[in-house]
């Protein structure tokens, strides 16, 4: 008797037991900033939007359709490239008027809402316009691409879209003009902690009740330990003198300060070197000006406000129950050697222009890094959803050139790392709102009410 | 910026040149000692009635005293084929290449003198560790191995007493000595087109002699009513040696670029290394029964390949290239069984067949060696005179189809499939 009831409870367990969990592509929309709109070099452009981790994934899990607001060559930017390698390296964006979205009759909500600049604020409540576009106006240059009709944020196309899966990548531009300005200040240049919780959890909300869609959430990599924050020195080797700390407005850098890229150009012309004016070590809160160094305390202070907002993220993905992508720490362990990628022999690393994962920019990936992003990321959905998504072709990726072959440019310009050009045009992207405190973007008057219930009929949706 | 990347570079360079040598296998060791104990699957070590026992059990030639002065030389001629299917994310579903056709041929010299009619000396030059492998040159694992040559000769030098008329023992000394070649590319992402490039070849070959001393010993025992017993060791030993490095910068049509690798790199002459190699103890247990007729021979042997534990890799005067693998090898079993029959006065026939464990992990199989289980059926013909013997066998190496397990240190993934065809060929003369 024993033993039947033993066998029936077996049995009702098996049938109780779920089956393999799978995942749904036939409408996969994925969320965020630029890193999921496959900006790199400074640059939104077709090439690398066609080798952004959500269309790499996409291409991957069989998607049939996956749309994305194409800005065509150079894109906007326009993208960087590297002029010459030797004696300095040096990038600058190419010579040729920016490029054109061509794509923007897409009918339907685009499957790739990935917005360069776009803070986690900006994805709940800002909206973009194709006309301003026509009128010249480049302000708000890619929400008007990528949201077009002026009456819809980004997260209302993605309730409205239904996708059957989502990813959502958002966060890293809360905290980005910190590393760009060298500056971080709570309100200014990051978002603070509890505004992004509790907005996080509003849009994590909204996205669990207003569709149905297995959702993957994303944490927010140390922007510390990109190339752009960790190239340079905080001293210059001069034959003779031996090494020699650069000096800074606020006083002589130290082993464990940072000198961003946008330093370089400022380092070759002299600033903080012995009889040269000092580096300016602070965003200039008057005029703007950013500063270059990033003293060893700011790091900490970046860092600890990233390990802020993630936990933010942990809490809303464990109320909600959404895995999240550690992608905060797969970059963690690549910088520090804990993780090599190694694809038949080859390794790839964080360091800049060799390293073979970062773009010219030194913050974004390049096809390489976003593919070996959406490689990580098919292994995290495999593991957490039962599913098969076969693995990216790294061979392919690797193998494959860049969006031209570029030759070498005379090199005319200034003997650096990055040109004072380049830095001033991504400084002009991610600039740090002083205006406002904290940085908040106001919906505009006429927007209605942001509510769930409303978001699903707003824009158009698939068929 | 670039000085700080250097240490990046030059550690992926350290991976590139120390990769190959790890991947060493149970292919690695040589059985090819003779035509007809290969036609026997090499169950000699309870027979050891012809001169291939200087390798199977060095005591067999103590009841050969009654041949006189005996040579036997002769060669295999061994042609692997292997086949990787690829799998991602490196270097991909639905590639596949194959190695390139190649054929070796270890030889095998051995020379018997009886002392009286209880004591031989012995003398035999063979090879007991090979391996061959080479790539195409648009195979996707050049980075890894494109081509790789390895060849231990053991001179050696033995002695077999017989106790009784119904026992023996043989011990002996090995000169080991070794060469190998090892080349392969170094792909680094060039940042112009951010592309992964070609941008040297990287040729490691040993200098002088690199070798080291090893010893065997054996026993034989014939029970009675047809029966036999035996029993050997071979030891294991470890070649410390010295070579080469020699860096070919492959242009990359950026002059800065390759301006900057000749940094790097040292392209302008070669480079001294240290590497050290532990090679596998051998120890087997045979038991025979013979008539007339019939020999027939079953075998147990195991080869000692835990002792392979790490490839040091030493660059003494580019200490950044440096490198420690670890490896971490088991021991590996196998089984043999043989067969002669005496067909008539000069005709001799045989079959044998081999299980042979792998030692290997699989997630260490690369383009140098991709092993796993092996399984032997060998077909043997002799002929003889009572001065002349001409020995042959063929022999069909099956290799279990493998995977990677998505666990390939080297990053290159996918399943392996691999037979050999081997044929064995050795003349004894008698004086």
């Keep these: 008797m024993k033993k039947t009831i033993f066998a029936l409870s077996l049995v009702a367990l098996l049938a109780a037991a779920p089956a393999v969990a799978q995942v749904d592509f036939t409408n996969y929309v994925a969320l965020g900033d630029s890193m999921t709109a496959g900006f790199a070099s400074a640059s939104m452009m077709d090439w690398y939007q066609d080798r952004s981790y959500p269309a790499v994934l996409a291409r991957q899990a069989g998607a049939s359709t996956f749309e994305q607001p194409y800005i065509s060559e150079p894109g906007i930017g326009p993208i960087y490239e590297l002029v010459s390698l030797a004696p300095q390296p040096v990038i600058q964006p190419v010579g040729l008027a920016p490029g054109m979205p061509y794509n923007y009759e897409y009918p339907y909500p685009y499957n790739n809402l990935g917005i360069p600049t776009a803070t986690l604020y900006d994805m709940i409540f800002q909206t973009g316009d194709l006309t301003n576009l026509e009128q010249g106006n480049f302000d708000t240059v890619f929400f008007d691409i990528v949201l077009r009709n002026g009456i819809n944020t980004a997260l209302e196309f993605a309730i409205g879209a239904q996708p059957t899966f989502l990813t959502v990548w958002i966060g890293s531009n809360d905290v980005l003009s910190a590393v760009l300005a060298a500056t971080p200040i709570d309100g200014i240049t990051m978002t603070p902690v509890d505004f992004f919780a509790g907005l996080y959890n509003n849009a994590v909300g909204a996205l669990s009740t207003n569709t149905t869609a297995d959702i993957v959430l994303i944490n927010i990599p140390y922007a510390t330990q990109t190339p752009f924050a960790t190239s340079l020195d905080p001293f210059v080797d001069i034959p003779g003198a031996g090494r020699v700390y650069l000096m800074a407005d606020t006083g002589p850098l130290t082993d464990g300060d940072l000198v961003t890229l946008g330093g370089g150009a400022l380092i070759a012309q002299g600033y903080g070197l012995p009889g040269g004016p000092p580096l300016p070590d602070n965003l200039n809160i008057i005029t703007g000006e950013p500063g270059v160094v990033l003293r060893e305390a700011e790091v900490e202070m970046i860092n600890d406000h990233i390990d802020g907002l993630n936990a933010a993220i942990d809490q809303t993905a464990s109320a909600f129950g959404y895995p999240v992508f550690d992608i905060n720490a797969l970059f963690a362990d690549i910088v520090s050697g804990e993780f090599v990628p190694l694809y038949g022999g080859v390794t790839l690393s964080a360091d800049f222009l060799l390293g073979g994962i970062f773009s010219y920019d030194g913050i974004h990936p390049q096809r390489i890094g976003y593919a070996l992003i959406a490689d990580e990321l098919i292994q995290f959905i495999n593991a957490e959803y039962g599913a098969e998504i076969p693995r990216v072709d790294m061979a392919e990726v690797l193998f494959e050139g860049d969006w031209q072959s570029p030759g070498v440019s005379p090199a005319k310009a200034k003997q650096t790392i990055m040109s004072a050009e380049a830095f001033q045009r991504l400084y002009d992207l991610f600039p740090p709102k002083l205006d406002q405190a904290p940085r908040i973007r106001r919906p505009s008057a006429d927007r209605p009410e942001f509510t769930g219930r409303d978001m699903r009929v707003k824009p158009a949706t698939r068929p | ?431």
């Design chain 2, 1 to 431: 910026m670039i000085a700080k990347n250097r240490g990046r570079v030059l550690l992926v360079a350290t991976m590139v040149l120390v990769a190959p040598a790890l991947c060493w296998g149970s292919g690695f060791a040589l059985f090819e000692v003779g035509g007809r104990q290969a036609g026997m699957a090499g169950t000699m070590v309870a027979v050891g009635d012809d001169l291939s026992t200087l390798f199977w059990n060095p005591a067999g030639t103590a009841f050969q005293t009654d041949q006189g002065i005996q040579l036997m030389f002769g060669t295999t001629l061994i042609q692997p084929e292997q086949t990787i299917y690829g799998s991602s994310p490196y270097p991909g579903e639905g590639y596949q290449a194959d190695q390139v056709s190649q054929t070796f041929f270890p030889v095998h010299v051995f020379l018997g003198i009886p002392v009286n009619d209880r004591l031989e000396v012995s003398f035999a030059f063979y090879n007991p560790f090979g391996l061959g492998t080479e790539w195409e040159d648009d195979f996707l694992g050049n980075f890894i191995s494109k081509k790789a040559d390895l060849m231990v000769f053991d001179l050696g030098v033995s002695m077999a007493y017989q106790l009784s008329e119904d026992f023996a023992f043989g011990i002996g000394v090995d000169y080991m000595v070794a060469e190998i070649e090892l080349t392969r590319n170094i792909g680094l992402i060039n940042p112009y087109d951010q592309r992964l490039t070609n941008v040297a070849e990287a040729s490691l070959k040993g200098e002088g002699v690199n070798s080291a001393w090893a010893w065997n010993a054996g026993i034989l025992w014939k029970m009675g009513g047809g029966f036999s017993f035996g029993a050997s060791y071979r030891s294991e030993f470890t070649i410390n040696g010295g070579g080469k490095a020699d860096f070919t910068q492959i242009p990359t049509g950026y002059a800065d670029f390759d301006g900057l690798l000749s940094t790097f790199f040292p392209f302008d002459g070669k480079v001294p290394i240290e590497a050290s190699i532990a090679f596998p103890d051998f120890w087997n247990v045979g038991l025979a029964w013979q008539n007339e007729k019939w020999t027939i021979s079953g075998q147990y042997g195991v080869m000692g390949w835990s002792a392979y534990e790490s490839l040091p890799i030493i660059f003494p005067e580019n200490p950044e290239f440096s490198s420690i693998r670890e490896e971490n090898w088991d021991d590996a079993a196998q089984w043999r069984i043989g067969v002669e029959f005496r067909a008539s006065q000069h005709w001799d026939l045989r079959l044998g067949y081999l299980e042979d464990e792998t030692p290997q992990p699989a997630a260490g199989m690369s383009p140098l060696l991709a092993d796993g289980d092996r399984v032997s059926n060998m077909v043997g013909l002799g002929y003889h005179t009572d001065r002349f013997r001409f020995d042959i066998a063929y022999e069909k190496v099956e290799i279990d189809t493998r995977s990677t397990e998505g666990q390939s240190p080297d990053g290159f993934d996918g399943t392996w499939e691999g037979q050999s065809p081997l044929l064995h060929m050795s003349i004894t003369l008698k004086f």
